[in-house]
């Protein structure tokens, strides 16, 4: 028994990367701008489906296939900045119109891909790794796995250095914690906005990428991963990576333990328990900076 | 000699007006106060020139006879104006050394010029290196203002406003600001200081502005206005201003 | 000037007007087909009235009203299967009822322990998970859901047009259940926690179960809905209950415009109308509904009506004295920036001086506020520190202070929005600062705020008399009912606020929108709110900054005679003349200690308080006698502009 269930924390922390990386997708746009995207889940099957379109249908190497996607789902996002979040970061102390406007730009961009891929059901995207799993004594992983992982914390080692050691991260940082006076001292905080949704956009895009061919073509999983994205946000605590990176994992490795032992048609509602729970025990979550009374 | 001229200048929320026509000057080297009672539209002022206000009507804002009406507030900081809002704001979450860090950031690309304006900025205020690595809300109330202002000056801004830099500190720390003003003024800077304190405010400056209503109704040399009792009634709210009353004129 | 009966009235007769349509569409074409499509949106439409009171009314970011109707119509579907002979729209609507309650309930209790974005997606969660899990229990069918149709035994005996009608009937019952509501104690309630937290701490609401009613009678209408939509279209799957649901219902409420009776209904007829008749273009639906959506949410916030209303195509951008962020951080060091300048505007009419019974408050033995070594630290800055005072009932008491002294969190210590660190506050006996604001509002402490926390789409006088019913007496239900004592005790709260208006100086202005009024008139209006609650304490947060001569002298006036009623007054100023005509006793703070205590004169000698404070208005305190009104009209005039 014990060996199934270290099998599905190993598989629960590659599922947890998934779900890491629209984790950090919401951070740093809410760092950036105080604003939580919603749209990020939507962004991530965008990244999903334009895989399928660059690998299965148009059968692009790789190389091509991963610049097209990150490019495609960033410039989604930094439209989404332009046209729908923008206006909003001009008023302040507005109430729940942006999330309703992000709401909406969700429910546009799945209607179009919905719209251009059709009827059929979902497909299988083509992977180049082997699909043969990896022994290592009774512990077992699949390359995919590996790669989830993996590029899950190449991202958050990326950010981590980008906020302490860039200045233009250093900038990002001071516009989170007071826009007002990060624009006296000199700082576009619009381009700053800008750049939270271009890397918010980057890392759905890699995770979209990643996961394709483990989660098939289906453009209804946008509101599924948002909620799950959140969910891991609302374990770890909002407004730090740190928040991000634990709730996301533990997320991911609960989910699998659960698999386990219970029905796994049940998994997305068990993690909705989960987050009942949370917010009864704990709402700010285990490294919360933030009320969430307050948001 | 430069000088930060204000012709002008209207400014408001949306469609209300709030600021009616203010002409204001501060020349480089100078002190310079404005007071009025809570109301009086000093600080919407302040941001419309500062380029903060979105309902801004209009009027001139020049820098050494540039127009910088409507520039926005980072190209300012970097062509040598800083503003300092109320409140002694600062980036929690950040260290002192970061947040100084942060005041630097359009000159990030001149190490040089960095490393001096860090040098001077802590001999104006030593206190901030003292606490360098410590949390930037950490800070007692009258150091996270002396780190605002020192934020503000890393650029080393020619002309600095300042809005209510004084509130809620000591006298002792008072003190402190303005010996720190005198001196920027006294290295050629221009300050404009918005002041609660009206008496202080006159003492400490060359030039007093007198606003009310969103109006300039007096200004003039500061010591010249120091023994009108009516500048005090006005700003204690005693009275209101009358068009065409006889207050006493601008003295230019 | 658009009134606000005037939107009522003309709010009722376009309902009116859509109601009867709705009624003779029949007559248009009744197949059975389309009739089925008519009831369905009628099923909508009710989840969307629903939705509106816990969105529109209370200002909740509920998204998942689609997951309440799932379950209530699984309910009422398993029902139905299971006693084919005993469904009757009747008793599947109370099942649908029951069901959405106790769903209601289940999951607010946990959810509105959050709110913002949280609350948000916390409910979105809810309305993802409802049909997933129903996909694959038995009990719901799995994946084929419950079909009625196929049950031989159940045979509806309301058909055709005849159940259409009852349909429509029940919508009706609806949204004048809702009017009720929303124009009732309850939807004060509502609609001050909406507005802003604090108001509605200050006004006794305790927030977590005003929350909870609300999100309780926003399942209602979804259960009935859910049971209409069981019974006409006779089928109950996943599909019923898919999260887009929930995403056009929202819509609905939004680009109709929330907070309004009409709106939800206008909305839903063209979401859902869009969806049922755009059958060619099916495909390009989802996003043009989708840029609507966008649209209203960006440019036009207040939907419909709102547009026709012409409260708002966009929110008003606030100047630093009303920025609740600015506040936020401006909190330390008690900065008041009142910066809005009033345009000229007619002068408050000075009002007769007659003590009004009606305004005095309850109990004639009204007890003293002691404040005793009262410290409060925020993170590195004393805010507060060994502070105490005493207010006397019947006294006015000003606290005075520069900026950063103290003042104001000294009064939301007091009145329960801070938590002291050290030291006692009592009222009478009782311990006010284990409180919380709500119940410090209870006992009789009415306070105002800094930036008037006035209800901007409501007038002054809905606002005040909102305010008076909450504390006053008389039962919710009763309330919504109208029953006789309901109807009583609303026209109390009226009368209440009337006098309270008059007394301020604001009569005249009582039934203007408060978004068109100056700042100055805002401020007295916080006033007035305050005194309608017939306080035996109040406390005043700097009321006096920025208002004109005029308008000081009518704030002079109303504290005088709230005085002599034997309400005890709190005052906290910055304009130390005013002051020192007005109070009994100061107490100066300084840096968050106190320095002096002491009547005017005393005050006015304390060597350190002119030290430390009022040096530099020292000879202006000195030399300030308190003029006679006369005198001083002689001096100044007021300004003539536009």
């Known amino acids: ?295 | 000699m430069g000088e930060l001229t204000v012709t002008g200048l209207r400014a408001g929320y949306g469609a209300m007006q709030v600021v009616h026509d203010v002409h204001l000057r501060l020349p480089a080297g100078e002190v310079v106060a404005l007071v009025g009672r809570n109301g009086a539209g000093k600080t919407t002022t302040l941001q419309a020139i500062a380029g903060l206000r979105s309902g801004a009507f209009g009027g001139r804002v020049q820098l050494d006879g540039t127009d910088i009406s409507q520039w926005s507030p980072s190209r300012m900081a970097k062509a040598g104006f800083a503003f300092v809002p109320d409140g002694h704001r600062v980036l929690v979450g950040m260290t002192v050394e970061e947040n100084l860090r942060i005041g630097g950031f359009p000159m990030r690309r001149d190490k040089r010029a960095l490393e001096d304006a860090h040098a001077w900025v802590v001999d104006l205020f030593p206190d901030l290196a003292v606490s360098r690595y410590r949390h930037a809300e950490q800070l007692s109330g009258g150091q996270q203002q002396m780190l605002a202002i020192g934020m503000a000056l890393m650029c080393r801004p020619k002309f600095l406003l300042l809005d209510e830099p004084c509130g809620g500190l000591a006298p002792a720390l008072v003190d402190r600001i303005y010996e720190v003003v005198e001196r920027l003024a006294a290295e050629g800077q221009g300050v404009l200081v918005v002041e609660q304190d009206v008496q202080r405010a006159m003492r400490r400056s060359a030039r007093t502005y007198v606003m009310d209503q969103g109006r300039i109704v007096i200004d003039g040399p500061s010591s010249e206005l120091l023994g009108n009792t009516k500048i005090l009634d006005l700003v204690r709210g005693i009275v209101d201003v009358v068009e065409g009353d006889e207050m006493t004129p601008s003295v230019s | 000037m658009k009134t606000r009966t005037g939107r009522n009235r003309r709010e009722m007769i376009v309902l009116g007007v859509i109601f009867a349509a709705l009624f003779l569409l029949p007559l248009l074409n009744n197949n059975t087909f389309r009739l089925q499509q008519y009831e369905y949106i009628v099923a909508v439409t009710l989840v969307a009235i629903g939705l509106n009171i816990v969105v529109g009314y209370a200002g909740q970011l509920v998204l998942g009203p689609g997951g309440i109707f799932g379950i209530a119509g699984y309910a009422a579907a398993v029902f139905a299967n299971d006693h084919p002979s005993d469904a009757d729209l009747i008793l599947l609507c109370l099942l649908g009822l029951v069901a959405a309650s106790v769903a209601g309930l289940i999951i607010g209790a946990p959810a509105l322990r959050v709110g913002g974005f949280y609350l948000g997606m916390a409910t979105l969660a809810i309305a993802v998970i409802v049909p997933s899990v129903a996909s694959v229990m038995n009990l719901t069918g799995a994946s084929t859901g419950i079909s009625l149709l196929s049950n031989l035994e159940f045979s509806p005996k309301l058909g055709g047009v005849g159940l259409y009608e009852l349909c429509v009937g029940v919508l009706v019952i609806a949204a004048v259940w809702s009017w009720l509501l929303l124009h009732s104690r309850v939807g004060h309630r509502f609609q001050a926690l909406a507005n802003s937290e604090d108001l509605a701490a200050s006004l006794g609401v305790i927030g977590f179960r005003t929350k909870l009613l609300a999100f309780v009678l926003s399942a209602w209408p979804a259960g009935v809905g859910a049971a209409i939509y069981v019974y006409t279209q006779q089928f109950f799957v996943p599909d019923s209950a898919d999260p887009n649901l929930s995403i056009y219902v929202l819509a609905a409420c939004i680009i109709g415009g929330v907070g309004s009776v009409l709106g939800p209904i206008l909305g839903s007829l063209v979401v859902f109308g869009i969806n049922e008749f755009l059958g060619g273009l099916a495909q390009w639906q989802d996003i043009v509904f989708g840029v609507l959506l966008a649209g209203f949410a960006i440019l036009c916030p207040e939907g419909i009506v709102g547009l026709i209303d012409g409260t708002g195509t966009r929110t008003l951008t606030l100047p630093p004295a009303l920025d609740p962020r600015r506040l936020l951080n401006t909190r330390r060091t008690a900065v008041d920036h009142g910066e809005v300048t009033p345009r000229r505007h007619r002068a408050p009419a000075t009002t007769p001086v007659t003590l009004d019974a009606e305004l005095a408050p309850s109990s004639r033995e009204t007890p003293s506020l002691n404040v005793s070594r009262v410290s409060k630290t925020f993170g590195a800055v004393r805010a507060v520190d060994d502070v105490s005072l005493t207010v006397a009932p019947g006294t006015v008491h000003a606290l005075i202070g520069s900026n950063g002294s103290g003042k104001t969190t000294v009064l939301n210590l007091i009145s329960g929005f801070y938590r002291i660190d050290g030291g006692q506050i009592t009222l009478g006996e009782a311990r006010l600062d284990r409180m919380s604001a709500g119940r410090v509002a209870h006992l009789g402490i009415a306070r105002t705020f800094q930036a008037p926390k006035l209800i901007l789409r409501q007038t002054l006088l809905e606002n005040v008399a909102g305010a008076a019913s909450i504390q006053g007496g008389g039962h919710d239900l009763g309330s919504v009912l109208r029953t006789p004592a309901g109807i009583r005790a609303a026209r109390h709260a009226n009368e209440v606020a009337r006098d309270a208006l008059e007394e301020t100086g604001l009569g005249d202005f009582a039934h203007e929108l408060v978004a068109r009024l100056p700042h100055g008139l805002r401020r007295l209006g916080e006033v007035a709110r305050a005194l309608a609650v017939s306080p035996s304490l109040l406390l005043l947060d700097e009321p006096a900054a920025g208002l004109t001569h005029s308008e000081l002298e009518s704030l002079d006036a109303v504290i005088r005679r709230a005085a002599a009623r034997g309400t005890g007054v709190l005052l906290v100023e910055h304009n130390v003349p005013f002051v020192f005509r007005l109070a009994e006793e100061i107490t100066v703070l300084h840096l968050g200690q106190v320095i002096s205590t002491g009547t005017p004169e005393q005050i006015r000698g304390d060597d350190a308080v002119a030290e430390a404070f009022l040096g530099s208005q020292r000879e202006l305190i000195g030399d300030v006698v308190p003029p006679p009104a006369g005198r001083i009209s002689s001096v100044v005039k007021e300004a003539g502009r536009g």
């Open chain 1, 1 to 295: 028994m014990d060996r199934i269930v270290i099998n599905a924390i190993i598989a629960g922390l590659a599922v947890g990367g998934v779900y890491g990386l629209i984790a950090i997708g919401y951070t740093v746009v809410y760092n950036g701008t105080r604003i939580f995207n919603l749209a990020q889940g939507t962004l991530f099957m965008l990244g999903v489906m334009l895989s399928y379109f660059c690998l299965d249908k148009e059968h692009w190497p790789q190389w091509l296939s991963i610049i097209v996607v990150l490019a495609g789902v960033a410039a989604v996002s930094l439209i989404e900045e332009a046209v729908i979040v923008r206006p909003f970061l001009k008023r302040r102390g507005e109430g729940i119109g942006w999330f309703i406007a992000t709401l909406a730009f969700a429910t546009i961009i799945q209607a179009i891909v919905i719209r251009l891929y059709g009827d059929h059901p979902p497909e299988p995207v083509p992977s180049p790794l082997p699909s043969s799993p990896i022994f290592i004594g009774f512990v077992h992983f699949t390359w995919q796995q590996v790669l989830t992982l993996g590029a899950f914390v190449a991202v958050c080692v990326l950010l981590f250095w980008f906020y302490k050691v860039t200045w233009v991260g250093q900038a990002m940082r001071a516009t989170a914690a007071d826009r007002e006076v990060a624009m006296l001292r000199g700082i576009d905080v619009r381009r700053i906005s800008q750049l939270a949704f271009l890397i918010a956009g980057l890392a759905a895009g890699i995770g979209g990428y990643v996961v394709a061919p483990i989660v098939f073509s289906d453009p209804s999983i946008g509101l599924n991963y948002a909620i799950l994205g959140f969910i891991a946000l609302a374990l770890g605590g909002f407004g730090s990576m740190r928040g991000a990176i634990v709730g996301a994992l533990g997320l991911g490795v609960v989910e699998q333990v659960y698999d386990v032992y219970g029905n796994a048609s049940y998994e997305t509602a068990v993690s909705v328990v989960l987050l009942i729970v949370v917010l009864l025990i704990r709402p700010t979550g285990v490294f919360g900076s933030l009320k969430a009374r307050e948001v």
